[in-house]
């Protein structure tokens, strides 16, 4: 019996973008469609800001080979362009953000609306009215963010429960074997709210393949202007020492980082049955590898010691700082 794991979605930030040629070609991206489908997986998520050097582009792709009536949920996010993430949940910027994604994507209804980013200019009364707005007009299954701060959530949740508002029930946050962060304050809350966590960059954006720390970035999105701010959080020595710890512990059992990095978040992470992982595969051979890999289960004991002392020592370092910025989002 295969082993349960929480939800495979598929991330389509690089969609139409021009760091990527491939993914603004129909034929190729048709491609990952059926590849998807072949694994049963039917969740996509993308956003209105996405790709980031052409935004937009992402959405319009997947209305373009009709990604919406092939049977595949698509969540997506409220826009924000530029630098700046304030005034993005408006109740007019959510209104026209949602009636442009669902145009484009050529769907009736989507099935996760995020607000993308912290909105400090917003009141956040407006921003919970403004979501629950397109809730009850039957526009969304569900209403989710990413990426706000905890206290911030706390506050969102409150008002919601104050006004009669739904409450979001899912969050998109960046989580992985390095980036430990969510399971200090924001999983526990989450759980306390039955809310699911959606793991983005489970990868941290290449950097657990191991090749920035083998030297061997050269043409990866780390080493590109698209990729720049996970570099920003992840080049670091220590972060270094963790992955050649694991290179050591995986190496003489021929589990590649990339796989122990997908095993270890479906099986061994604070995630459960419930929530989801978001995988941004740009080449359909790796979308394949990646699914392939989740599907070999949990880790060997041994493996699971040396990452238990990569996270203790993690831990020791406060995890990083992984919050997200818009100002230092690409493009820059």
């Known amino acids: 019996m295969a082993q349960k794991h929480p939800v495979i979605h598929y991330g389509t930030s690089t969609f139409g973008s021009s760091h990527v040629p491939a993914l603004q070609d129909e034929t190729n991206v048709s491609k ?47 826009l924000f362009a530029g630098q700046s993430s304030d005034g993005t949940l408006s109740k007019e910027a959510v209104r026209k953000s949602v009636e442009n994604s669902l145009q484009t994507l050529g769907a009736g209804k989507l099935g996760i609306l995020y607000a993308h980013a912290a909105d400090y200019a917003t009141p956040l009364e407006e921003q919970a009215a403004a979501l629950n707005e397109q809730f009850q007009k039957g526009f969304c299954e569900k ?14 949740v409150e008002i919601c429960e104050r006004e009669g508002y739904v409450k979001p029930s899912v969050y998109q946050g960046q989580y992985n074997l390095i980036c430990r962060g969510p399971e200090k304050d924001l999983l526990p809350f989450l759980r306390r709210h039955g809310m699911a966590f959606n793991a983005y960059s489970p990868l941290g954006g290449g950097f657990l393949t191991g090749k920035l720390t083998l030297g061997t970035a050269e043409g990866t999105r780390l080493a590109s202007a698209y990729g720049a701010h996970f570099a920003r959080w992840y080049d670091r020595p220590e972060f270094h020492g963790a992955v050649r710890k694991l290179l050591d512990a995986i190496a003489p059992r021929g589990i590649k980082p990339s796989e122990a990095a997908l095993r ?9 049955e419930a929530d989801g992982i978001i995988l941004g595969a740009t080449k359909v051979e790796q979308l394949k590898q990646n699914v392939e890999d989740i599907g070999k289960g949990p880790l060997p004991g041994e493996v699971m ?16 700082d992984f919050e997200v910025r818009p100002a230092e989002l690409p493009p820059r």
């Open 32 to 78: 990952f469609l059926q590849v998807l489908q072949e694994g049963g997986i039917s969740q996509i998520d993308t956003a209105a800001r996405y790709p980031p050097d052409n935004h937009g582009a992402s959405e319009r792709m997947l209305g373009r080979v009709k990604a919406a009536s092939k049977g595949f949920t698509i969540n997506t996010k409220v």
């Open 143 to 156: 209403i989710g963010v990413s990426n706000f701060p905890v206290e911030m959530l706390k506050s969102f």
């Open 264 to 272: 270890w978040i479906a099986y061994h992470s604070a995630l459960g």
């Open 305 to 320: 010691r040396v990452i238990g002392e990569i996270g203790e020592t993690i831990d020791g370092l406060g995890g990083g």
